[in-house]
C-alpha cells in the first residue's frame, strides 16, 4: 500500500469516505431540512403558514406584517411535507386543516396545541362570538365537538345544499324546488332523472350533482339524516349495514346507477361542478352557500340560480351539517405560538376575516362578521334568506379519530365502482366497505394507542 | 503510439526544471497513474455521494420502514418483522395489481419497440422533409407526462371528448374510454404515443449498420425483408436488449394510470379502472391514500427484486441472441 501524500485513495478507501460524506451530508441535511425560521429575525418576528395559495394572498402577508409587524412565510399545503416536518419537530406555526374530517385525527395523536388558553385571553376571538361551526374543531380525547379547541374555521358552508339552475328547470318544464322547505333525497333523485339530457351515450346536462365534500362526509351526513350513525360509539367501527347507513348508500348508489350526475362511473372533465354548473351544463349542484362567491361574478348566471336547503329522508330529521370548515391549527412543537396566535387572531378576526365575510365566498365563522355578507343585489338577498334559515339546523356531525378521510374514500371508490356500475349489490357492498374500513380503523387505533 | 506507450511516457521522471524551483526529488512524485485516478475520484464523487444520499440512504430507509406499522404520525408504531412481507403474500389485490403490470409490460414494451423501430425505418429513408418527420415524431417524448395525461383525459372524456365527438359525427354511440373495458387501451395508445424516444435510439442503431453489408446483401439476390432479418436485426440487437430492459423498468413503474384516473389527487389513486390497477398504483394507493408506509415499503423492496430477477432473466435468455460488434478478445 502507498502511503505518501500524493498517493490515490484505494476504492474501498474511497467508497469509505464516500459513505462517510454521504452520512455526514445526510446529518447536515437532516439538522437543516425543512427549516421554519420562527424566531426573532431581524426586525420582527417570522411565522410560518402551511396553506394554500387561495387561502392567503401575497397582498395579505403584506398587509399582515403592516397590521401586526409580523412576517408571514407561506409553505405549500403538502401533507406529506407536513408529516416530515412533524416527525422532523420541526413543524410549521400554523396548519390549514379541514375541521370536519382533520381536527379529531390530528388531536388523537397529539401533535395540535389546546388553544383554550389563547382563546381565554383574546380581546379579538371572543367565546361568545364563535359559531357553533367552530366546535369541529374540539375534541376531548374521545369526541368531535366537545372539549378544548385546537383550531377555528376560516368560514364554511352546510354542505348538504344545493344550487339550482330555473333555466335548466323551465326548459325541462319542472317545477322549481322550494327554498324553504327541503325536498326528500328520493324527490331529489327523480328532479334529476328529469333534468338529466342524454344524446348518442353522452351526457349533455347533468340533471343534478350530489357527491359531498368526501365520500366520508357525504355518508356520515347522509346516515344522520336517516337518523342513524355510521359509527359505533367509540369511532373504533362503521356499519354500513344497519337501516339508516344502508339508506344512505343505497340511495347514493343509485344516483350513480342512474347517471343523472358526475361519479366515479361518468366523471366530470372538469373535476369539480362550477365550471359545468357555469356553462349552463348541470341543473343542480350540491353545494352550500360559498359557491355563491363563483355564481355571483357571473351576471347571466346570479339571476336564474337559486339556493336550496339539504334534502332529508322521508321520516328522517332535519340535519344541514357543515362538512368542511377549513381552518387553522397549530402544531404543539411550533416554536413561536405567540405570534403564530396573533397571526391566527388577525386571519379570523380582523381585515383577512372581514375581506372573506364581504366577498360571499362562505359564512364568516364569528357571528359579528355576518352583517358583512354580501346582500346588495336581489339574489344575494334571496341566498341570504335561504342560508340565514337553514343555520337553524346545523350541527356537528362527529368524525372517526382513526382514519383520514383521505383513506376512507380510497377504500369506499376502490370498492364501491362496481356497485355502482350494477356489478354488485348494495347489501354485498355494505359488507365489503365494513370489512375493508374497520380494519384501517382497527389500525388506526392501535397507533392511537 | 498506444495509449499504454503514452501512459509510459508521461510516468517517466523527469529533470527538475533550472528556474529556481525546488528539485523534484524534495517533493512528493505524483504518477500520472495517480494523478489520472484522482481525478476519476474527484469527477465520479458527486454522484457516489449523491447515490449514496439520495438512493442508498432511502431504500436504507425504506427497507427499515418495511418492518414496522409506522404511518408517519401516530405514536404507537411497532417493530413487526415480517409481517408487512408476510401480509403481502395473502393480498390477493397486491398479486392482481402484479399481474395486471406483468401484462401490461409484456403488451407495452413489444409494442412500443415495433413501433419505435418501425417509425425509425420510415425517417431513416431518404424521404423529403425527413428532418421536420424526425422532430415531429419526437416531439409527444418531451411532453411531460402530467401534460400527457391532461390531453389523454380531454381527449377520450365520454362526454365532451373529441374522441367521442368523431364516434357520434359517423352516428356511433359515444363510449366510456376511461373506464373498463377502455382503460387499458387508452393506456397503452399513451404509452405508444411517446414511441419517439425508442424511435431516436434505434435511427441511431440504424445508421450505424454498415451500408456494404445491405449492399452485399443485394447483390445477393436476398429480400428487403431478408436482409431486415439477417443484417439490420442482430446488428440492432443490442439496442433493442436496452430498450427491453429499460422498458419493462419503465412499464412497472409508470404512474400514468393515476394521471388518467377520474379523481386526482391521492384519494384518486384507487378511481383508476381496475384493468389500468397496476402495481404502482397499489404501492401509491399504500403509501399516500391509506398511510401505510411501512407496508408501501414491503411493496417496493418486493418490487425492487422482481425488477433484478426479471432484468437477469432477459439478459440470460437474451445472451445467445445479442450481436455485439466488438472484438471478443478485447474484453479478456
Redesign the interface.
Known amino acids: 500500500m502507498r502511503s ?6 484505494s476504492r474501498r478507501r ?2 469509505a469516505l ?2 462517510g ?2 452520512a455526514a ?2 446529518a447536515a ?1 437532516s439538522g437543516c431540512a425543512m427549516p421554519v425560521s420562527t424566531g426573532v429575525s431581524g426586525g420582527g418576528e417570522t411565522v410560518t403558514l402551511m396553506v394554500k395559495p387561495e387561502d392567503i394572498s401575497p397582498e395579505l402577508v403584506k398587509q399582515a406584517q403592516k397590521d401586526t409587524g409580523i412576517t408571514i412565510k407561506t409553505v405549500q399545503h403538502d ?2 411535507k407536513l ?1 416530515a416536518m ?2 422532523s419537530g420541526n413543524p410549521p406555526d400554523l396548519v390549514r386543516s379541514v375541521g370536519a374530517v382533520d381536527a379529531a385525527f ?1 388531536a388523537a ?3 395540535m396545541e389546546d388553544l383554550d388558553p389563547y382563546f381565554a385571553r383574546s380581546s379579538v376571538l371572543e367565546a361568545d362570538d364563535l359559531d357553533p361551526v367552530n366546535d369541529l374543531w374540539r375534541y376531548d380525547g374521545r369526541i368531535q365537538g366537545k372539549g378544548p379547541r385546537y383550531g377555528m374555521v376560516k368560514d364554511f358552508s352546510q354542505d348538504s345544499m344545493y344550487w339550482y339552475n330555473t333555466s335548466a328547470f323551465d326548459k325541462a318544464g319542472v317545477e322549481y324546488p322550494s327554498e324553504t322547505e327541503p325536498v326528500t333525497y328520493e324527490e331529489w333523485l327523480d328532479t334529476a332523472k328529469r333534468l338529466v339530457q342524454r ?6 346536462v347533468f340533471g343534478g350533482s350530489y357527491s359531498g365534500l ?1 365520500k366520508a362526509t357525504l355518508f356520515t351526513t347522509m346516515t344522520a339524516a336517516a337518523g342513524g350513525s355510521l359509527f359505533s360509539d367509540d369511532f373504533s367501527r362503521i356499519d354500513f349495514t344497519t337501516p339508516e347507513a344502508r339508506k344512505a348508500l343505497a340511495w347514493y348508489i343509485d344516483y350513480c346507477r342512474t347517471k343523472v350526475g358526475p361519479s ?4 366530470d ?1 372538469n ?1 369539480w361542478d362550477g365550471p359545468t354548473y357555469q356553462a349552463g351544463r348541470m341543473a343542480m349542484s350540491n353545494n352550500g352557500y360559498w359557491l355563491g362567491g363563483m355564481i355571483n361574478t357571473d351576471k347571466k348566471l346570479a339571476p336564474v340560480s337559486r339556493l336550496a336547503p339539504a334534502p332529508v329522508f322521508e321520516g328522517g330529521p332535519r340535519i344541514s351539517a357543515c362538512q368542511g370548515g377549513t381552518g387553522l391549527w397549530m402544531p404543539r412543537k411550533a416554536s413561536n405560538k405567540d405570534a403564530a396566535w396573533r397571526i391566527f387572531e388577525w386571519f379570523f378576526g380582523e381585515a383577512p376575516a372581514k375581506e372573506r365575510a364581504a366577498g360571499g365566498w362562505g359564512i364568516p365563522s364569528l357571528k359579528s362578521l355576518r352583517p358583512l355578507m354580501p346582500a346588495q343585489e336581489d339574489y344575494q338577498k334571496r341566498e341570504l334568506k335561504v342560508q340565514q334559515e337553514e343555520l337553524k339546523h346545523f350541527s356537528v356531525i362527529a368524525f372517526t379519530p382513526y382514519t ?4 376512507f ?3 369506499f ?2 370498492i364501491a ?1 362496481a356497485a355502482m356500475a350494477g356489478q354488485m349489490s348494495v347489501d354485498t357492498l355494505a359488507g365489503r366497505l365494513n370489512a375493508a374500513i374497520n380494519e ?1 380503523l382497527k ?2 387505533k ?4 | 503510439m498506444t495509449v499504454d506507450q503514452v501512459s509510459s511516457v508521461a510516468d517517466r521522471p523527469r529533470p527538475a526544471a533550472s528556474t529556481g524551483r525546488a528539485p523534484a526529488a524534495d517533493r512528493p512524485r505524483v504518477s500520472m497513474t495517480a494523478r489520472r485516478h484522482r481525478a476519476f475520484y474527484m469527477f465520479t464523487s458527486p454522484w457516489i455521494i449523491g447515490f449514496a444520499l439520495l438512493t442508498i440512504a432511502p431504500m436504507v430507509y425504506a427497507l427499515w420502514l418495511s418492518f414496522t406499522t409506522f404511518d408517519g404520525i401516530s405514536p404507537n408504531w411497532r417493530f413487526i418483522g415480517l409481517g408487512n412481507y408476510s401480509e403481502l403474500l395473502q393480498d390477493s389485490v397486491t398479486w392482481n395489481a402484479l399481474g395486471r403490470a406483468g401484462l401490461f409490460a409484456l403488451t407495452s414494451v413489444p409494442l412500443s419497440i415495433i413501433a419505435g423501430l418501425g417509425l425509425a425505418i420510415l425517417v431513416n429513408r431518404p424521404i423529403k422533409a425527413r428532418g421536420l418527420f424526425r422532430t415531429l415524431l419526437y416531439l409527444p417524448a418531451v411532453v411531460p407526462p402530467v401534460g400527457a395525461g391532461v390531453a389523454f383525459k380531454t381527449l377520450f372524456d365520454q362526454n365532451s371528448g373529441a374522441t367521442n365527438g368523431v364516434l357520434t359525427l359517423f352516428g356511433f354511440d359515444a363510449l366510456g374510454w376511461l373506464a373498463d373495458p377502455y382503460a387499458r387501451y387508452v393506456l397503452i395508445m399513451t404509452v405508444l404515443w411517446t414511441a419517439g424516444n425508442i424511435m431516436i435510439i434505434s435511427l441511431a442503431g440504424l445508421q450505424d449498420v454498415p451500408r456494404e453489408l445491405h449492399e452485399a446483401a443485394r447483390i445477393d439476390g436476398a429480400s428487403a425483408w431478408r436482409t431486415f432479418r439477417s443484417i439490420t436485426v442482430p446488428l440492432l440487437s443490442p439496442v433493442l436488449l436496452f430498450q427491453t430492459v429499460t422498458g419493462v423498468i419503465a412499464s412497472v413503474q409508470t404512474i400514468m394510470p393515476l394521471l388518467l384516473a377520474p379523481l386526482p389527487g391521492t384519494g384518486g389513486v384507487t378511481t383508476v379502472p381496475e384493468s389500468n390497477y397496476l402495481y404502482m398504483m397499489h404501492v401509491f394507493a399504500q403509501y399516500f391514500a391509506l398511510g401505510r408506509y411501512g407496508y408501501a415499503s414491503a411493496l417496493l423492496w418486493v418490487l425492487f427484486f422482481l425488477i433484478l430477477i426479471v432484468t437477469g432473466l432477459i439478459f440470460k435468455f437474451t445472451s445467445g441472441v445479442v450481436f455485439y460488434n466488438v472484438d471478443p478478445e478485447a474484453k479478456k
Open positions: 505518501h501524500s500524493g498517493a490515490p485513495p474511497f467508497l464516500s459513505a460524506g454521504a451530508g445526510a441535511l401533507i406529506t408529516i412533524l416527525t390530528f395523536r397529539d401533535v344524446k348518442q351515450g353522452q351526457t349533455t368526501t366515479l362511473i361518468q366523471p372533465p373535476g383520514t378521510a383521505d383513506a374514500d380510497a377504500l371508490n376502490q365502482t384501517q389500525r388506526g392501535e397507533q392511537v394507542g
